[in-house]
């Protein structure tokens, strides 16, 4: 009785003492092994091993006076020996070169002086710009080399001794650089994304030969050459292999034909035969008849080729090249096709079944606003007018790049009509009744159309309907352009030109130049521009009107004594842009970055970067659209302005973007230079031309560079009335009238100024 109560009290701790008493066992035991005196053989050789170091292993084997010293971690502190030279860390300019990725594909086109302005110019305007680089290599070089076109001349017509310059100097110019090289001559047709295509799919690290395997003339070897007028393929390292031996093989070697040359030193050297087939990758070829005729071609071998051969004139190049656009064009829409048909007969799968399919079939579903500020508008128009202005009419005339939108969007909506309807209908447009569009920035340009379309029958009879289409102009493939190396390390040339009447902002410029560039060390000179006009520059002995902007300029100076502000001093009657750049440039370098600047502009870093890096020497000139605050007295009347900073997201609030004035500019002297000596023989013929025209329209008239033109919200200026000079020419003065007209305020802010002036007058 009494046992059974006892068990009954303790049974639900049993489990507890029970794993107690097993714990406290196991580790006893335990203990009399890892301390025990008995030799364990497996941990002998882990100790010898150096697998670990224990502090108690080293403590024994310090007794044991065999064991090895204990490992303790030790901290070298740095210390720069002042006696030895410091030495440069040089890093490599493109990280692809630091990591040794190198380009796929460099294509090589044997030609001859007699066919470098026919062929070899088909060859360079059909496939030469899918390849990423391209040469053509001659003999002699003709008096007249075709425009775009890397044309490379050995000085020797012979054929085999072109051969064996063009293989030196692929290697020895670009064997680092390119994975794979492709040769061939000028009369071959080469389909350029099937061979980079191939290309992929080898390894770049064994030694290939590959093309159309040739016999040698006799054919009793079993070794074959690459035929070069179907062109071939040279991996890297067979090259680097075989430039040790080209000048025994231009020795040893003779042969008339200079692919058979190239083959039998390949073979005889590093015993490699020409293959067709490598890695289940095969090089497809096709022979031209004489008189075949490329539209007409439809087998397979020829639709699957990679090269062609022979082709006799350009026209057939080009011809050639058309066809085979007409192939992959078919064969794209017709992936397409399959493609949205397995979309849509796997639709019902996904959970939100055969509805979850978006229109059309494979594009990204429309955009899905959050808030009513996500919203996109719908833009209304007519074939005439279009209800949505950039400059906030709310109607305007339909011309340009919008005209011709609408009327391609019209063009294919009755096109494919006609496609879907044929033959038992049959439309013409009549008008458009109403337009919309808008841009989606996940799918493309939506339309929205409807149509007045005429409609005949197959027995001729006719009526008038009204349908509403919808299209869709995707986002095609978005492509990488490669862009020229800049960095934010170079230095930038301010120019400022400064006017009698401008020189009361001058100290405010000052101020920021000194806080966003001096303080903080910016690689960043300046250099005034004082324009006097006559009257001034004759009492400028008596009275500087420029006295107090230089005595600012040399407390500048006297503050920062590194620091030299030089001025130029002009004289002229009507200061253009043109005519300032041509002192300036003249005494800079042709590697000077400019700023061109104005009194009201706020120098600051964030632009001053961007500047660096948006103005490309030999490509590309920036002119920045500064973001002008508005009219205090308009914006504000009887309030008093917020206190912000200047470039807080709230200043951005009170302006806008003034796409009327161009003062501000991004460009290298040398660009300029190059523009202006285009300008000259225009000059001769009309000398106002410089009165007439600022540095924005050199560049867009007298230079192939790209304009960059953009809004800069880094690039803030305050409210001023700007002096519109007469002299200048018609466009620019009414830019400058436009410019003060539309800063004064918002539309909003003028109507309500509007309205509390007629209030006023009427009481």
Known sequence: MRLSTFLALFRPALPLILGLSLGCSLSLLMVSWTQGDTDDPCRDELAKGGLFLGRRDAQ????????????????????????????????????????GIRERLLAGVLTSRATLSTLAVAVNRTVAHHFHRTFFFTGLRSPKVPHGMTVIAHGDDRPVWLMYETVRHLHQHYGSEYDWFLLAQDDTYMHAARLSELVGHLSAGQDLYMGRAEEFIGGEEKARYCHGGYGYLLSRSLLARLQPHLDACRNDILSVRPDEWLGRCIIDYLGLSCVEVHQGMTYRYFELGKNADPEREDSLPFKNAFTVHPVSDPNLMYRLHKRFSQIELQWTYQQIQDLQMQISNLSHLTPEGKAGVTWPIGINSPFKPKTRFEVINWDYFTEEHIYSCTNGSPKCEMRGADRADVSAILEVAVERLNEHYQPQLRFRKRRLLNGYRRFDPTRGMEYILDLALEAFTQKGHSQVIAKRVNLLRPLSAVEIIPMPYVTEATRVQVILPVTAQDQDYVGNFLDMYVTNTLDTHDNVLLTFLFIYDPFDAQRVSQTDVFAGVKSMIGEVEKRYGDVKIPWISVKTEVPSQVKLMDIISKKHPVDTLFFLSSVWTEVNADFLNRCRMNAISNWQVFFPIHFQEYNPAVMYRDQQPSASSTFASESLRDGHFDRHVFDEACFYNADYMSARTKMAADILENEELMESMDVYDIFVRYSGLHVFRAVEPALIQKYVRRACNPRFSEDIYHRCVLSNLESLGSRSHLAMALFEQDQANST
């Open 60 to 99: 024994r084997g310090g007794r044991d006076g065999a064991g090895e010293e204990d490992f303790q971690p030790r901290i070298v502190p740095y210390h720069k020996d002042p006696n030895k030279p410091h030495k440069k860390v040089l890093r490599t300019r493109y990280i692809h070169t630091e990591l």
